[in-house]
């Protein structure tokens, strides 16, 4: 019986090796092939990572996380929830295997990881009220009030564009409160993240989106600096993610929208691994 159920055992790693290969067309690189895929994410963070009222965990994060899983040839994800000011620690001590969560790539951060190439592009979003006339661009904006979050990125671009722009800035402390601004139509239109206004179009119904503007920033996987070859592995499984459509498909399932042309959710480098213009960038 031990016998039996060694080869039977040896053959489905054989199996399990041969079918992963002939996905990535490059060697198996995974440390852990037999136990749940284990990724750090932050649980307040919806729609990209959060508790729903079951205590069941769901997301886009958590989503493409088990579909990276899936390819692997792992049984499963195993989400440690950690707090995102611990996030980066947790990785280099190895509680998980990589962050899965909205990890903008930065030249500090390069410097203490490794990221994938990057599968999202970030933008700002803006809302309006449902009754307004849609807006064909942001010079629609000009004598309006534009509310934001207060001390936030998008302040940051309102501080950089507004004048040139000709809006009026109005800022709240609370996200809850920019949108209310919208409903009520004290504010013509604010201007968020990008998936934030996408999931607010979804839960609030008297508002609708209207022009966005691409930040230049990317997100992307983080592993710790020992840990290219894996790196590499979950990397292949994101650009065919990309090539068959799964990864916009997620995305839009959870945001509502298709992602913005050019994106990095819609380009694969065919020639490197890793983030462009960062550290951990180099040939495949």
Known sequence: ???IAFSALLLALTMMIGAAGARAQAPIADPGAFRPLSVGSDLTFPPFAFR???????????????????RLGRPGVDVIETPVASLFPGLNAKRYEFIAAPIVVTSERAQQMLFTEPYMSTAYGTLLHIDEPDLASLDGLKGKTVAM????????WVGENGGRLGFEPQRFDR??????SVVDKKSYAAVMDLTLALQTVKQVKLV???????TGRVIAFAFRQDDAAFRNRVELIVEEMKRDG??????Q????????DGSAMLTVDDTNFG????AGHGPK
């Open 208 to 214: 609708k989106t209207g022009p966005s503007v691409p």
């Open 52 to 70: 729903q009222p079951d205590g069941k965990i769901a997301g886009f994060s958590v989503d493409v996380a088990w579909e990276i899983a899936k």
């Open 246 to 251: 799964q990864l916009a498909g997620i995305y």
């Open 149 to 156: 979050i207060r001390g936030g990125q998008a302040d940051a």
């Open 1 to 3: 019986m031990l016998r």
């Open 275 to 278: 983030a462009a213009g960062f």
């Open 175 to 180: 996200a809850a409160d920019v949108i209310q």
């Open 253 to 260: 399932a959870w945001f509502g929208a298709k992602p913005l």
